[in-house]
Structures are given as structure tokens and as C-alpha cells.
């Protein structure tokens, strides 16, 4: 039988606690060296043209035409992307509109963090308009949002999101193997290059896909206290620098709608306060009934309207819009 | 809470902290234990805090009873009648717990076959994590202070931290009281040396753990959830993934607490001495889960053995006792074959070797490597299957389709490397010799050991961080 005892003898002559530091500084410089691999390893086509790469864009976007009179941005996640045309609604309400919805994983505080800087407070409205999913899981850490610190090579933005850390180095890894085996293959829809210049996503718009299932949908479950940790960022973040936000209710499958309509309400009337220009908020919830919609206008099941489904949800926005700019100039 | 959860890398530290606290200025052992034991009922209510009521009930009975013995002479009707009642009482927990499902179902299957109405409703009940290595634990503890091979132990906050001890409470190692009692009787004394082994233990545990078990689950879930479509070589890669996840998922939280009781400046045993490199399958046993192949070896087939030493006595004794070992692992027939099946082939191995004497041949350890691996992974679809009938179905369709896997290779690269750390292992689930690299020279090793921990532990990280949920320990359930 072998020794049931464990008996630690000290093994050589250096202490153990210098062994521990250095195992430590062994740990942190192998970090050093794969971090430094990420930056200088140009991304690989599977990258550099997946859909979340199109953040760069979006932010660009948002910078360069910082300033435009009267410019509108939507902020959400990719439910806003496939379902709503930003320039289709310009050119109903005549005035710039870009379209900022990215994807759900990503946090709705993330995405306000990351746009916060290109808004400006005297010429901007910005239209919120979160997927219930969106909510149910805001994290400031998700694994979506180490994936766009990893794309854009945001070396501040991971100092200050330790957490992510490990994963970058997972993606250098699997950018690695890419270059190695020489792939470059990006989903036809899920493509950065399937955005316009006013970023909405029109690669899913050609394609004909069979009705999906959404019988089985519930809404998610959105904690009180998480709609009220949202909301609470978005008026730090946007309101106190004087940004005017709308919000506007996501595109739900009706299935959701019916089989909660309690949750769906509850939501809607808590996230309309976020409706703001300066102090004053808007208490009175959306009339929810537009932007519940039957299966068939949806292209899959994550949420995502095809083109049918978008035409109705851009008219349901730019409606919203409309009403919210004729009560303020009232 | 988990070992590999981020929860525990939070609650751990500030265990030590307050030790460590403790240690240099109050220097109060009863503050020591009190911290320990606390933190050990925080540790096991994580998962439900009604099971402390269990522990709590188990540490008592046994505190009591071997006070109790104490006071009887050995061999007296009163020593016994306390160790019957600690034993009936460990028994009866165990039982119920774990056992009352099977039986009762099995008891309404057999008196349906025998034509007679058995109509009762069923209980759901909840199997308290850690139950079967706690109870064999005390009642390890109570035989030994009956046959006077241990002292009771008077002080009941010492007793109670010995039984819950967070390290090693829910999956063992199984620790003798003589051992681990005398280590809260006295200040302990962490320091740096045995704190760096302790980290090198867990780094290598969450290795096996994250890296190694985690990553084949995933494969020998879609094996055996898919079995009847999949061809034999698929299979057959299969029951590896499951041997090698396994032993991956066990010897990883052995290491774990090991290592964390080092840090905490307590010994535990050795669990796990490489056994998938064994060339017999009584080698083996030696070293799978050592501490509780130590405790059937001594409190079932010690007893079963009492008397005239015959073969065909010490073989009955051997297969009782898988037997029993099956049974703890599980209440259902697939554990009690799995078991069993293992003390016929001690039993066979017994005679063959009695037989025939083995030369130190390469191609006969090859052979030897290859029967016993061989056994164990074709036995393990019996561990991992949900009945009888599907591991006799899944085990027929791996042989009459024999061949080449078309499916699930991808699982190969993590049994390469569960096989390299055991070939870098000294065999133990300790690492105070370091790792077999003395060929490199002390620099080299060392450097390179560095290296490889440094590496594992990134790995261990982005593995962990890259899941969304961290996996629980395999053993949890038995």
C-alpha cells in the first residue's frame, strides 16, 4: 500500500515563498508575452469581418458625424440592428439617424459606456430601446464584451475589466489557429460587412427562412433591481451630461406578449422613465400592443425581424419618435 | 460551493486570513478549530444549509457514543452496544439517503413479479452532497476507539472540526481520526514551503478538474446520451473519455484538498498514486482513491476475512467487499456489477499470479498495462450507465461494431493530457519531489516546472472563465 502520509519536506534550499513569487512573476509574464502576441497578431479574416467586429464601425460612425444637427442615435442590441432601418426613419422625420444596436451580450451599460464619448448633449437624441434578453442578463462583464475588448484591441478598456483577461488570451489562441490553418470562412449573415453606412444590418434581408417556432417564448424574468441598476446608468452616464434619451419598446414575439403581459407592462412603464430631457421624465409606459408581432415577421428565433417584420417596427419607431419630438417642442 | 467556483476563491482566502490572524496574535486553538469548523458549515450550507442538520446530528452521535465506549471495558456488552448504536445510526443516515429509493422500488419490483399488489407512493429525496464519505469517516472513527485503535475524543469542538473539516468533507480523502484529530489539538503552523506545494497541488487538481474532466464531459455526454446511433469505435472512445474524466474529476479535487489543507498547515493522506499506469488490477485499486479502498480493505474486508484464513474465504471476503464498494457508490445494480466484477477479477488476478510467476518483461507490463485499462474502461460504461440493460446495449453494439472511431476524436488530445501528467507525477497526489524532470538537472527542473504550473494554471483560467457554469465534482453524487 502506498504512504498515506504527505510529508512536504522542504526540497532545496530556496525558500518557499520566493518560489511562490516567482511562480507569480512566472504566471504574469506568460501573460505579458500572450498579451503582446494579441496586439501585434494582425486578426484573422474570421475576425476582423465577423458581426461584433462592426463595433469600430459603429463608434466610428458615431464620431465622425458627432455634431450633425438635430442627429438621432438608437442604442440596443442586435434585435435594433436587423429590425429597424435608421435610414428609412431619417428620411420619414427628416433628420440624421444612425442606428447603434450591436448585440444583446455586449450590456446595455457597455454599449452606453462605449458611445457615450461620440453623443453630443445639444444636438443629440438618443432612443433606447433594449430587447427584454438584453436586460434579463446586463453584466458589465460578459464573455461578448471581452470579445469586443479583443477586436478592438482596447488595452485601457481590459486594464480596467480584468475579468477579461483570460479570455482574450482564448481568442489570441483561437486567432492563432486561424492563421495557421488559413481559415477565413464568416456567416453570411452574422458579417460585418452586412451593415450600411447608417448601421443598420441588411445581410438577413434577401433571405427567405422558414417561419420559426415561437410558441415556446417567455418573456425572460427582469429583476427589479436589475431595470433599476440600468436605469440608474443611463442618467448618470447620459442625462447628467444633459443627452436627451426616448425610450422605445424592442420588437417582442406576441407569444410573449400574451402569455405575460403583466412582466412585459412592468417593464415597459419602469424603463419609460428613461425617457428624459434634462429633469423631466416620462412616468406614462408605451402603448406595448404595436410592437408585439406574430411569428411570421420574424427571420429566426433570436428575436431578429425579416423584412416584412422590419418595415412595421421602423413605422412603430419612427412613430414613437415622432410623438416624443412633437411633445417636447410643445 | 465548488472548488472550481470563483465563490470559493473568495471565501478561501479569508479562511486563511483569519488563520493566519489566529496564529500570530491570539495563538488560540480553540479559536483555530472554532474558524475551521465555522467555515466549514458556511462551505457545506452553501449547497443547502438543511444539510448541516445531518452533519451536525452525525458528529454528535458518534462524540457521544465513543465517550461512551470508553467507559466500558473491550470486549464488554456495553462497548458494543454503543458502537451498534454509532453504527446503526451512521447506517440508517446512509440508508435513507441514499438507499431508501432502490429498495423501495427494487421491493416493489420483485413482490409485482411475484403477483402481489405493491402500490406506495415514492419519496424525494434529496441526496445530501458528501453524506457517504462523512459517515464512513465517523464510522471509521467509532470502530477504532471500540477496538481501542484510537482514543475518544473529549473535546467536542475538535471532534466536530475533524468530521467537517471543509477540505476534504464532501469527497474525501477519508481521514482517520488518529490522524487528523491530533492536528486540531494543536496550533497549526502554515508556512511557506508546504503553502507553495499547496498551490502547486491545487494548480495541478484544477488542471485535471477544469481542463482535463470538464472538457470531456461534454463528449461522453453526447456518447452515451447518443449511443444507439453511433458507431463502435465511437464507443469505444467513450468509455476512455468517461475513465479518463473520472479519474480526472476525482484525483483533481483529491489534489484540491490536499493542497488547501496545506496552506491551512494541515496533512491529509494520498488518494490517488497514478492508477491508470498500474500493470494489475489489484495495482490499481492501490491507487484509486486510496483512502477508501483503505477503509473497505479495513473495516469490511478485514471483518469478512475473520477466521481461517482459506482461498476460497479471502475470495468471498474480496468479492463481498467490492460488492459493498459498488453499493456505496451508488444505489442501483449497474454500481453493484461495476463493483463486483472488480472483486472477481482481484480474485482471478489472486490465482493467475499464484499461477504463474510474472517476469519484469517489458511486453508482459505492456500486456499487464493493457489487460488492466483494458478491464476498467470496458467496466466503466457500467459506471456511467443510467441501467443495466443500456450498458449491456451500449456495451454489444461498441464490440459487434468494432472498429475505427468516425466521431468524437477530438476528445484524444485531453486523455494525452491526463496521461502526461501522470507520467510527470510521482504517483502521488503530492508533489514534494517536484515533477520526473531530475534529467533536466535542478535549474532546468525547476525553470521548467515553473513554466508548466504557470501554464497550467492560465489554462485552468481560461477554461474556467470561458464556461458559463462551473461543473461539479463527479464524486459529489456518491
Not at chain 1, 114 to 137: F, T
Not at chain 2, 277 to 299: K, V
Request: glycine share 8%; net charge positive.
Amino acid at each position: 500500500m502506498p504512504s498515506s502520509t504527505s510529508s512536504f519536506e522542504p526540497r532545496t534550499q530556496v525558500a518557499g515563498h520566493k518560489r511562490l513569487a516567482a511562480l507569480v512573476a512566472c504566471v504574469l509574464g506568460i501573460i505579458a508575452l500572450w498579451l503582446a502576441a494579441w496586439i501585434a497578431m494582425p486578426l484573422s479574416p474570421v475576425s476582423s469581418q465577423r458581426y461584433l467586429a462592426a463595433v469600430e464601425d459603429k463608434v466610428a460612425m458615431l464620431a465622425e458625424t458627432k455634431g450633425e444637427e438635430d442627429r438621432i442615435v438608437l442604442i440596443a442590441g442586435s434585435g435594433a440592428a436587423f429590425s429597424i432601418s435608421a435610414r428609412q426613419i431619417g428620411e420619414t422625420l427628416d433628420r440624421p439617424v444612425y442606428n447603434g444596436g450591436l448585440q444583446a451580450g455586449v450590456g446595455l451599460r457597455n454599449l452606453v459606456d462605449l458611445y457615450a464619448p461620440h453623443l453630443d448633449p445639444d444636438k443629440d437624441l438618443v432612443v433606447l430601446l433594449p430587447e427584454p434578453e438584453m436586460l434579463a442578463s446586463d453584466a458589465l462583464y460578459s464573455q461578448t464584451w471581452c470579445d469586443v475588448l479583443f477586436l478592438t484591441k482596447d488595452v485601457g478598456g481590459l486594464a480596467r475589466r480584468l475579468r477579461c483577461v483570460p479570455n482574450v488570451l482564448w481568442r489570441t489562441w483561437q486567432e492563432g489557429q486561424h492563421h495557421i490553418n488559413g481559415t477565413n470562412t464568416v456567416d453570411p449573415v452574422y458579417r460585418r460587412s452586412g451593415f450600411n453606412a447608417r448601421g443598420d444590418l441588411t445581410s438577413h434581408l434577401g433571405m427567405e427562412r422558414p417561419v420559426p417556432d415561437l410558441s415556446d417564448y417567455h418573456h425572460p424574468d427582469i429583476p427589479g433591481e436589475m431595470l433599476r441598476t440600468i436605469t440608474s446608468h443611463v442618467r448618470q452616464t447620459l442625462n447628467a451630461r444633459g443627452i436627451e434619451t426616448l425610450y422605445v419598446p424592442a420588437a417582442m414575439p406576441l407569444a410573449g406578449c400574451e402569455k405575460s403581459p403583466e412582466q412585459v407592462a412592468t417593464m415597459a412603464r419602469e424603463l419609460a422613465t428613461l425617457t428624459a430631457r434634462g429633469a423631466q421624465r416620462d412616468a406614462v409606459g408605451p402603448d406595448l400592443a404595436p410592437f408585439c408581432l406574430p411569428p411570421e415577421m420574424f427571420f429566426d428565433g433570436a428575436g431578429h425581424l425579416n423584412g416584412r417584420g422590419r418595415v412595421v417596427q421602423t413605422a412603430n419607431v419612427a412613430r414613437a419618435i415622432s410623438r416624443h419630438l412633437e411633445r417636447t417642442q410643445e | 460551493m465548488l472548488f472550481s467556483s470563483g465563490t470559493f476563491w473568495l471565501f478561501f482566502p479569508v479562511v486563511v486570513a483569519l488563520l493566519v490572524a489566529n496564529r500570530f496574535v491570539l495563538r488560540s486553538v480553540a479559536l483555530q478549530n472554532a474558524i475551521i469548523l465555522g467555515a466549514s458549515y458556511v462551505f457545506y450550507g452553501w449547497w443547502d444549509w438543511r444539510f448541516l442538520g445531518l452533519i451536525i446530528a452525525s458528529t454528535l452521535v458518534d462524540y457521544i457514543a465513543a465517550l461512551r465506549m470508553e467507559r466500558h471495558a473491550k470486549g464488554t456488552s456495553g462497548r458494543r452496544r454503543w458502537l451498534h448504536l454509532s453504527v446503526f445510526a451512521n447506517l440508517s443516515i446512509l440508508g435513507f439517503f441514499k438507499y431508501f429509493g432502490f429498495f423501495a422500488n427494487e421491493l416493489k419490483a420483485g413482490l409485482s413479479a411475484a403477483g402481489l399488489s405493491a402500490e406506495w407512493g415514492t419519496l424525494d429525496i434529496i441526496l445530501p452532497v458528501g453524506i457517504s464519505f462523512y459517515t464512513l469517516q465517523t464510522l471509521s472513527y467509532s470502530i477504532d476507539v471500540y477496538y481501542g485503535r484510537a482514543r475518544a475524543e473529549g473535546n467536542l469542538l475538535r471532534y466536530a472540526t475533524y468530521v467537517a473539516f471543509f477540505p476534504q468533507l464532501v469527497a474525501g480523502p477519508i481521514e482517520r481520526a488518529r490522524k487528523l484529530i491530533p492536528q486540531f489539538a494543536t496550533l497549526a503552523r502554515p508556512s511557506w514551503e508546504p503553502a507553495y506545494e499547496g498551490v502547486r497541488l491545487i494548480i495541478a487538481g484544477l488542471f485535471l478538474k477544469v481542463v482535463i474532466a470538464d472538457n470531456l464531459a461534454p463528449y461522453v455526454d453526447a456518447v452515451f446520451g447518443n449511443y444507439t446511433a453511433l458507431d463502435g469505435g465511437a464507443l469505444m472512445l467513450g468509455a476512455l473519455y468517461f475513465s479518463i474524466q473520472i479519474y480526472a474529476d476525482f484525483a483533481g479535487y483529491s489534489s484540491i484538498a490536499i493542497g488547501l489543507a496545506a496552506i491551512m498547515g494541515f496533512r491529509l493522506s494520498t488518494n490517488f498514486a497514478t492508477p491508470f499506469l498500474a500493470t494489475s488490477i489489484s495495482a490499481l485499486w492501490r491507487g484509486w482513491n486510496i483512502t477508501l479502498t483503505l477503509f473497505f480493505r479495513d473495516y469490511v474486508y478485514a471483518e469478512l476475512r475473520k477466521g481461517k484464513r482459506t482461498e476460497r474465504r479471502i475470495a468471498l471476503a474480496n468479492i463481498a467487499t467490492f460488492f459493498v464498494s459498488g453499493l456505496w457508490h451508488g444505489a442501483n445494480w449497474t454500481f453493484i456489477i461495476w463493483g463486483t466484477v472488480h472483486g472477481v477479477l482481484l480474485v482471478a488476478e489472486r490465482r493467475w499470479r499464484a499461477a504463474v510467476t510474472l517476469a519484469d518483461r517489458l511486453w508482459l507490463k505492456g500486456a499487464g498495462w493493457l489487460y488492466t485499462f483494458g478491464l476498467f474502461v470496458a467496466l466503466s460504461i457500467f459506471f456511467r450507465s443510467p441501467d443495466i440493460a443500456s450498458a449491456l446495449h451500449y456495451t454489444g453494439r461498441m464490440v459487434a461494431d468494432v472498429g475505427l472511431p468516425q466521431s468524437q476524436r477530438g476528445g484524444l488530445i485531453f486523455v494525452a493530457f491526463s496521461f502526461v501528467v501522470d507520467a510527470l507525477w510521482h504517483g502521488r497526489t503530492r508533489l514534494d519531489r517536484g515533477l520526473r524532470l531530475d534529467w533536466m538537472g535542478p535549474r532546468a527542473k525547476d525553470a521548467s516546472e515553473m513554466v508548466l504550473f504557470a501554464t497550467a494554471l492560465i489554462l485552468v483560467l481560461i477554461n474556467a472563465t470561458t464556461r458559463q457554469e462551473a461543473n461539479a465534482f463527479i464524486y459529489f453524487q456518491f
